[in-house]
């Protein structure tokens, strides 16, 4: 079991983020039998096959990558619809407040 | 006793406390207090200063008085107590008990020895030992040795409380003394039979405080073919309501039908009118007030075939995206499916997709293969339920804690 929370910080790059995102978006199409999945920029997220309990999916092994969840530190509601929006969301936090 | 019937004589409202260190003497103290019918409060170690201070005046913490009759066992770690010849209650005594889950000063339900022991029939006299797994103070703690009272017989226990660490010693300890009778929740009954337990004197088996499912009543059926099983339906407030005694999960539709004791809701929650013999009054420090005429249980049970089935208490309602799901369903149906899991918690989890989503804490049996089970089980969770009811997080542990219950600790 990896212990994600002493990944250092700096170790999560932006690309490093966007990486485990998409990577975790196909593990879950696979596990819910959607797909193959093509991620762009501007893909909408619940519009790409993956319904919203997939995306809840999403969000949990993401709080298990990375060793915190972005959504429930925010005091925003903020919702990203697309995929940039959505990795942006995640990079600010952990690799933008530097 | 002398001092307690002194204090009785003068002042008929006044309750005691046992509050000695050792769990034996507690019980020995209750005993000795109902016979000359006294009120006793049962409360849990942390709670009795606090209780006290609010009785004020009236009460009487019992390891201040002198003369009480005690039996002294040197023994640190476990009891031994033999009630033949006692004395038995008198019908004038009363106990207090403390209901759980309440914060700042708990709510207590004042029963008589009667309505504690509804439905239940003691063996008198005969070779009977009792097995003490719940805490003493309890409601199904005090219904054990309330039974081992009348029945005159014997009951061991250990002076701890009991937990995951030395369930194994309990176990060692019930066959060296060739305990006949065993009281458990489903979790400890697990946790007994994973240490080993299997001695040839149990003759009676009775689990409660949780939904006895399906795989442990069979375990326990498979170790001890000669018992007695049965699973008893009771609550603080109520007592004993019902007993099932066929070996099988949940309870035959015929008990509750028809039978004008019984009401659900329409979210399926038990209703119980209490027996006319049951006093089923709260009691507080400041004011007694009666249990409504029908009592909710907060228990949601619903129909399967000719069984109810417990699928939740109605207050772990998780809401998945506007589904309403009841987590013990789920654990019922991992545990029936799955017999490496040893224990197992499923909870709601704040997600800011759906609002909450199920997540599992499992404990496992050692040696077992954990990243295998994980798949299996998602595999089996995405045949048998419905999206929102499958666990989306899993968490594997050794074993789960019990609670002072000896149910398996929930996550606050």
Request: net charge negative; charged share 25%.
């Amino acid at each position: 079991m990896t212990n994600n929370s002493q990944i250092e910080k700096r170790a999560m790059t932006p690309d490093h983020v966007r990486e485990v995102i998409e990577s975790t978006i196909h593990k879950v199409a696979i596990d819910f039998e959607v797909g193959p999945l093509q991620l762009r920029d501007d893909t909408i997220l619940l519009e790409c096959g993956l319904d919203s309990m997939a995306f809840a999916t999403v969000v949990v092994i993401l709080e298990e990558e990375f060793g915190e969840d972005p959504f429930l530190a925010s005091d925003s509601a903020f919702y990203p619809t697309t995929l940039l929006e959505f990795s942006e969301f995640y990079i600010n936090y952990f690799a933008g407040t530097q | 006793m002398i001092e307690a019937k002194k204090i009785l004589s003068h002042d008929s409202e006044a309750v005691f406390l046992p509050d000695n260190s050792k769990i034996s003497k507690n019980i020995i103290d209750t005993c000795n207090l109902l016979s000359i019918g006294a009120t006793v409060v049962l409360c849990g170690p942390c709670q009795i200063q606090e209780i006290s201070n609010s009785l004020g005046k009236r009460s009487y913490l019992t390891s201040t008085l002198q003369h009480l009759d005690k039996k002294d066992e040197d023994n640190d770690s476990f009891f031994f107590i033999n009630f033949e010849n006692a004395p038995m209650p008198s019908d004038l005594a009363k106990v207090w008990v403390a209901t759980t889950g309440t914060t700042g000063t708990p709510k207590f339900v004042e029963h008589s020895v009667k309505s504690i022991l509804e439905l239940m029939k003691p063996p008198i006299k005969s070779a009977v030992t009792w097995g003490l797994t719940y805490a003493y103070y309890k409601f199904a703690g005090l219904q054990v040795f309330l039974q081992a009272l009348k029945g005159q017989a014997k009951i061991v226990g250990l002076e701890q409380r009991i937990s995951s660490e030395n369930t194994t010693r309990l176990a060692a300890l019930f066959h060296e003394s060739g305990v006949t009778h065993i009281s458990t929740t489903p979790s400890l009954a697990r946790q007994l039979l994973a240490a080993g337990f299997r001695s040839e004197f149990v003759k009676v088996i009775t689990l409660g405080g949780e939904r006895a499912e399906q795989r442990t009543l069979t375990a326990l059926r498979q170790t001890f073919p000669k018992a007695k099983l049965r699973h008893i339906y009771a609550s603080t407030e109520l007592g004993a309501v019902l007993t099932v005694a066929d070996g099988l999960e949940g309870i035959p539709c015929s008990m509750l039908d028809g039978n004008d004791r019984f009401e659900f809701d329409s979210q399926g929650q038990l209703l119980v009118r209490p027996l006319a013999a049951s006093p089923g009054r709260y009691v507080d420090p400041t004011q007694i007030f009666l249990v409504n005429k029908l009592f909710a249980t907060g228990d949601i049970l619903k129909k399967y075939g000719d069984r109810y089935l417990f699928e939740g208490r109605s207050s772990s309602t998780v809401n998945v995206g506007g589904n309403k799901v009841l987590p013990e369903k789920i654990e019922a149906f991992l545990l029936n499916s799955f017999p490496d899991i040893q224990s197992v918690v499923v909870s709601g989890i704040p997600n800011p997709i759906m609002g909450e989503v199920l997540s599992a804490t499992l404990g496992v049996r050692s040696g077992c293969e954990v990243e295998d089970l994980k798949k299996e089980i998602k595999a089996r969770c995405k045949e048998e339920l419905p999206s929102h009811e499958r666990p989306v997080k899993y968490t594997f542990t050794d074993n789960l804690e019990l609670n002072e219950s000896g149910k398996t600790k929930r996550n606050s």
